[in-house]
């Protein structure tokens, strides 16, 4: 059966579930639980397994009842049973949700036939679990779009930090491993899938050239699969980066992430001693944490997707801003367009910034770049591809196209060459002028051809003081209407 027909085959056995009820979600995990026992054959970790649950043992039971009874007791019982880890972190808390013994049969069968031992085939199935992760961001009862960033937007933001063989990449928020997978491929391109590497610099780039931290159980669970199907037996934490787990990860030449939006659960700070400013918005905390575990030399970058909140928010996220701009040289902000996450009507932004080695003056000017204004509404009749980065990153290059670069370009920054790209969405601000706007970093919008109001002209910030003062003004009169009634 070629690796087409499986990909059918599982596609259509997924449609046939959802007409029972099951997810996408669910889908995912069952097809996690089948793969991770069918891969421990394959790459030779069959006796993490107990003898009764192995693939040879569960295959060969031909009665589709006993096989569901067996598959069961397996999720029950599995990781209680086994000292592996990783069987421990893919099974804890396991258990099906279908209710048919032939759709299990068909499933244990679909993946039996695969032939792992054809890159082929392996790539196509991990395209496949990588497409239904995708389309399980999308089913929104499940919630697992704060999961997954889009994959046009992942593969610019890797493009961009440029990664190199021998250096050690994180994700404090890892979801389903997306960004550092893509950073591996990125690498793989470059070399023959590391073919032309030496067998202990394949290892470092296979175990240790890249590492997650996931906090919720499920997710956790599909980003160590989606980290096996594509060849990776990297560190993927499960816990929270905001406690004490997340001091353990500093010193990286690299940070993609995406980190969750909204407050931390109980609005309560995080428990980290080491974070100087302490706030109950988790994305400060994660911008915090990130710059902090990168390398003081000068070359260690990160991407960071952050909602518009983090450029304006003032108290700790004025100081945050300025910590960052002191111990880092934030060179890019841009200005993502809306809809184009799962979450609707949420404003982001990528932040593309380098450690520098020492901790002050390190950001002179900030370059911004708007794509969000005038610009498509994204969705099904207009598709967000690669293509909708092209004119930024041109503008981030300074003029020179990327696809060209691939092979030198090394992501650096040079100011002069960006100065001379002419585009409206691209514009620059000193450190000082940001300071002048209270450090504010909601800037960078050009004029919106939807909207004539002269009040546009004016700066964000400015706004919402303006609004601020009106609101103080309105409750000094209610304070004086009180007083007169009292």
């Known amino acids: ?45 069959e006796e993490a397994i107990p003898e009764e649950y192995r693939w040879g043992k569960l295959k060969s039971i031909t009665d589709n009842k006993d096989l569901f009874d067996t598959y069961r007791e397996l999720l029950a019982t599995i990781s209680t049973k086994s000292d592996n880890a990783a069987v421990k972190e893919i099974y804890t808390n396991a258990s099906t949700t279908l209710r048919k013994p032939v759709n299990l049969k068909t499933l244990v069968t679909s993946i039996d036939a695969i ?39 992942i593969n610019v933001m890797v493009e961009l930090m440029a990664p190199k063989l021998k250096e050690r990449w994180n994700d404090p928020a890892a979801g389903t491993f997306g960004f550092m997978i893509a950073a591996d491929q990125y690498l793989r391109d470059k070399t023959n899938n590391y073919f032309t590497l030496n067998s202990e610099d394949r290892r470092f780039q296979v175990e240790d050239a890249f590492s997650g931290c996931e906090l919720v159980q499920d997710a956790h669970r599909l980003a160590l699969m989606n980290a096996k199907l594509h060849g990776l037996e990297s560190r993927i934490e499960m816990g929270d980066t905001l406690s ?21 659960q109980g609005g309560e700070n995080p428990t980290r001693d080491d974070l100087v400013y302490l706030s109950r918005n988790k994305q400060l905390n994660f911008l915090q ?23 304006f928010e003032d108290g700790d996220g004025r100081k945050i801003r300025r910590d960052l701009m002191d111990k ?24 593309f910034f380098e450690r ?72 620059c601000l000193s450190r000082e002028e940001i300071a002048k706007k209270n450090d504010s970093l909601d800037l960078g919008l050009i004029a919106d051809a939807n909207y004539s109001s002269s009040a546009h002209t004016e700066e964000p910030i400015d706004l919402a003081r303006q609004a601020a003062d009106e609101l103080k003004a309105i409750q000094t009169e209610l304070n004086q209407i009180i007083e007169l009634l009292g």
């Open 115 to 153: 032939d792992w031992y054809d890159d082929v085939e392996q790539d196509k199935i991990a395209t496949i679990y990588e497409e239904l992760l995708e389309r399980n961001a999308g089913e929104k009862k499940s919630g697992a779009g704060q999961y997954f960033t889009p994959r046009p937007l």
């Open 289 to 311: 944490h990130i710059y902090r575990s990168l390398k003081k030399d000068g070359k260690a970058r990160a991407a960071v997707v952050l909602p518009d909140n983090v450029l």
């Open 1 to 45: 059966m070629s690796a087409e027909e499986i990909a059918n085959k599982l596609w259509n056995l997924c449609n046939v579930l959802r007409d029972d009820g099951v997810t996408y979600h669910q889908y995912l995990n069952e097809l996690t639980y089948i793969l991770f026992l069918r891969l421990s054959e394959v790459k030779d970790f």
């Open 328 to 351: 880092c040289n934030l060179h890019t902000i841009l200005r993502l367009p809306t809809g184009i996450f799962y979450a609707a009507g949420v404003k982001t932004n990528v932040l």
């Open 356 to 427: 520098g080695k020492t901790e002050t003056g390190n950001t002179d000017q900030v370059w911004l770049y708007d794509m969000r204004t005038n610009a498509p509404s994204y969705g099904k009749r207009t598709p967000f591809t690669r293509n909708a980065f092209a004119d930024f990153v041109k503008a981030y290059t300074g003029g020179l196209a990327l696809d060209e670069l691939k092979e030198s370009y090394d992501g650096s920054i040079d100011h002069a060459r960006r100065a001379q790209v002419q585009d409206e969405r691209w514009s």
């Open 244 to 264: 004490e787990l997340g001091k353990d990860f500093k010193n990286f030449d690299g940070v993609l992430a995406n980190p969750p939006f909204g407050t931390k």
